[in-house]
């Protein structure tokens, strides 16, 4: 047994970290939030020379061959310092369709372009009306006259301002599932694009008999198997979010360890306060927990047991839900005024656990999925 | 033990509505309920015909232009304002400043202040908190030194809600280095106009500016703009901050906010698409909600009952703010589970942008969600710190 990080891993980590320190520091953070872009872009380019694009993908398609804990790692470091690149929804949600719908020639070519080449992808996983239930597709294909067209609305789709095309998955009558590939450029179809509370940006899109060409169906399969797959790509991203947000609370509690050491009322350090220390050792120990649930989950996801990967994932998310949110809040009001001003980053990290506590499930629907794990 | 109200309780209640009615645009109405920035001329306007139909200063004596009212008609009507989507007033002026002017203030200052007051003439904020004393407000370092007739202010107040709008500002300030800190501090009357203020915008979580550092640079204030006397400064704040915690409850805005809520679940869809309101878990939790906020609401008519008796409200307050302050958070979290992904978008930055098609995605009840959890969470920050309110209730009513 070994559930510690191995030297690779540590390398990833302290590499990963050195990365923040040099180029995003919370100053940095807000001049490339608030210019042009060419910074992003400069910041995108350094980072993809440490191999954080290819490291979740095989060699096999240009890729290091990271495995869960490698991957997991790195985007730990990513929610300790609010890293601005949308990787999860950029480059690992599109890579794992890519890889587990596409066939041979598609896997390799398209993996190849997101990899290696500037080409952005991003999926859309979410419609109105369906709330967090990644498996229901009410967005549908038909055919008419021998042209295919798209009818439906698609939300919240995160890195798709940056995106060449979107992936739109839509289901015809038949109950076949269609992945179809859309340019995002194209005017027959309404969008609006609007900022979340993380300060990353997404699009609604709403397509009212959108025609597009045979060419750009990526894939075609049945619905059943759909789900399986899907299932299991947003077990691993539900993953991901956990670990980005594990990042965020271990930094929210540095902070605010820090900042109730060193703030004076009443003549001493807030810390020397009862009521305080025991707030923070409550802090310290939901952060453990949170660590261990994290591993539970990455051992679930390599003894490949459907089941337990399902009940390991959605005890992650109520998790995250429900009482690291509740660190979180108790971070914020330690800071005091502090904690509601803007200018500070402890509130950027707030809104960030605010935005991945609800991604692909709120608590209530966690909660809901283990129970059914469960029964089976 | 009854709260029936009587036959003019009945009346006043209808009064209200009907005031409300013929007064409140459904533009206003519209913006308020969806948590939009209401603007200064449409609050003022708004507090204008509040006090034209003499509903404005309800706690108000008589004899000071108030209404005077009973206590459960101040009930009535702050249920009445709350339901009704109606801007909040702003207190600084009307329930803060204005009882202490009653209490301590001489006959000039009287009849020169409480007038404008009441017809929202002057806007008023309060200068307490300052960036090295927020809940230790004793350890103030602003500093007021008596030159002749005037005192020469120096320091930085912070958290200053709305001073950018603010003709006024009642202050804590140091008159005195020595014996307990609480000691030498004086409560001040300062004209924002004055050389010497810098207001500098705070930009809050949500990205609105509410809040302000007042900077105060060798300001002259006439001596009489002092409230009681030199260094009884502490006692004015304490008499306004226990004043301040009954109205900090903000009973009848939850009741409209839990309401709203159901509304919202009324329409949303859970994830097997049922409506969200006959979701077992989503209700349960609304239901505790509700629990809270109905023990809220009738501590709060115990405390104004006995108030109706003569009992002014004593420490036992600082469990309304306690409780008041982490309802209205939790209305906003469940708010943001109500509305799922909607929640998460942040509006405020988006209403700055060109929206036009956006309404075809988002339904209007889902706007400024998240930006209303963000805010709220200054409610267990401000007007006295949750830990700073047990404070005061382990040791003034548990005696610990």
Request: neutral net charge; hydrophobic residues 40%.
């Amino acid at each position: 047994m070994n559930l510690s990080l191995n030297e690779e891993q540590l390398l990833i980590k302290n590499s990963a970290e050195k990365f923040f320190l040099d180029n995003l520091s919370f100053e940095q953070r807000n001049k490339i939030l608030t210019s042009d872009g060419k910074l992003f872009e400069d910041l995108i380019l350094k980072s993809k020379e440490l191999g954080w694009y290819g490291l979740p993908f095989d060699q096999k398609f240009g890729g290091l061959g990271g495995n869960i804990t490698d991957v997991m790692t790195l985007i730990e470091t990513f929610g300790a310092s609010l890293h601005i690149d949308p990787y999860i929804f950029s480059l690992l949600l599109p890579g794992k369709i890519i890889e587990h719908f596409f066939d041979e020639d598609k896997k390799s070519h398209y993996l190849d372009k997101i990899i290696n080449d500037n080409i952005k992808l991003a999926y859309c996983f979410a419609e109105p009306n369906i709330r967090f239930d990644i498996h229901k597709l009410n967005c549908k294909v038909y055919l008419e006259e021998n042209k295919y067209f798209l009818k439906g609305k698609k939300m919240l789709v995160l890195a798709a301002d940056q995106a060449n095309s979107i992936i739109v998955p839509a289901i015809d009558k038949d109950k076949n599932v269609y992945l179809v590939k859309i340019d995002n450029t194209s005017k027959n179809f309404l969008s609006n694009k609007y900022k979340i509370i993380d300060d990353s940006d997404a699009v609604d899109y709403e397509f009212d008999g959108f025609e597009f060409n045979e060419n750009d169906i990526l894939v075609k399969l049945n619905y059943d198997e759909y789900k399986k797959k899907i299932s299991i790509i947003f077990d691993y991203l539900t993953l991901a979010v956990c670990s980005e947000a594990l990042g965020v609370i271990e930094k929210m509690y540095k902070l605010t360890l820090e900042y109730v050491k060193t703030r004076e009322q009443f003549g001493k350090r807030i810390g020397d306060f009862q009521v305080i220390q025991h707030r923070m050792v409550e802090m310290y120990i939901i952060k453990e927990e949170m660590r261990s649930l994290n591993c539970s989950a990455q051992v679930s996801f390599s003894n490949n047991d459907p089941k337990e990967r399902i009940k390991s994932i959605s005890l992650n998310k109520i998790f995250l839900d429900t009482k690291a949110k509740e660190a979180a809040q108790d971070c914020i009001q330690l800071h005091g005024g502090m904690g509601v001003a803007n200018e500070m980053s402890i509130g950027h990290f707030f809104k960030k656990l605010t935005f991945l506590s609800m991604l692909f499930g709120d608590s209530d629907y966690h909660y809901k999925r283990y129970e059914l794990a469960d029964k089976i | 033990m009854n709260i029936e109200f009587s036959k003019n309780d009945l009346e006043f209640q209808q009064k209200v509505r009907n005031f409300i009615s013929k007064n409140l645009s459904n533009e206003l109405r519209n913006k308020v309920a969806n948590g939009s920035e209401i603007t200064k001329e449409e609050i003022i306007s708004w507090q204008k015909a509040l006090h034209k139909e003499n509903l404005f200063a309800p706690g108000w004596k008589k004899e000071f232009g108030g209404a005077e009212l009973s206590a459960s008609k101040r009930y009535i009507l702050d249920q009445e304002l709350a339901l009704a989507d109606t801007p909040t007033i702003i207190p600084f002026g009307v329930t803060m400043i204005g009882p202490v002017l009653m209490h301590y203030g001489t006959p000039k200052q009287q009849s020169f202040f409480l007038p404008k007051i009441l017809n929202s003439d002057h806007w008023w904020c309060q200068g307490y908190s300052e960036p090295g004393s927020g809940s230790d407000l004793a350890s103030l370092k602003t500093k007021a030194i008596l030159k002749g007739d005037k005192y020469i202010i120096n320091g930085t107040k912070t958290w200053t809600t709305l001073a950018q709008y603010a003709d006024w500002m009642f202050c804590l300030v140091r008159t005195s280095f020595e014996g307990k800190p609480q000691e030498g501090i004086s409560f001040i009357m300062i004209d924002m106009k004055s050389k010497g203020i810098t207001v500098d915008p705070i930009i809050t979580l949500d990205g609105a500016h509410e809040i302000n550092t007042v900077y105060l640079e060798d300001v002259e204030v006439p001596r009489e703009n002092i409230i009681f006397e030199e260094n009884k400064g502490w006692t004015v704040a304490k008499f306004l901050l226990s004043h301040e915690r009954t109205s900090i409850a903000a009973v009848g805005k939850s009741i409209s906010a839990v309401k709203k809520l159901k509304q919202i679940a009324n329409i949303e869809l859970n994830n097997e698409g049922s409506l969200l309101i006959t979701d077992k878990r989503f209700r349960d939790r609304l239901t505790t909600l509700e629990m809270d906020l109905k023990a809220l609401e009738f501590t709060e008519l115990r405390i104004l009952s006995e108030e109706n008796k003569g009992v002014a409200p004593g420490p036992e307050a600082s469990l309304l703010k306690i409780r008041g302050s982490e309802i209205q958070q939790r209305i906003t979290e469940l708010t943001m589970n109500a509305v799922g992904y909607y929640g998460i978008s942040n509006d405020l930055a988006n209403s700055n942008a060109d929206r036009s098609n956006s309404n075809q995605f988002r339904p209007d009840y889902s706007q400024n969600t998240a930006a209303n959890y963000l805010n709220m969470r200054k409610t267990t920050i401000y007007g006295g710190s949750n830990e700073i309110q047990k404070n005061i209730l382990s040791k003034m009513v548990l005696g610990l």
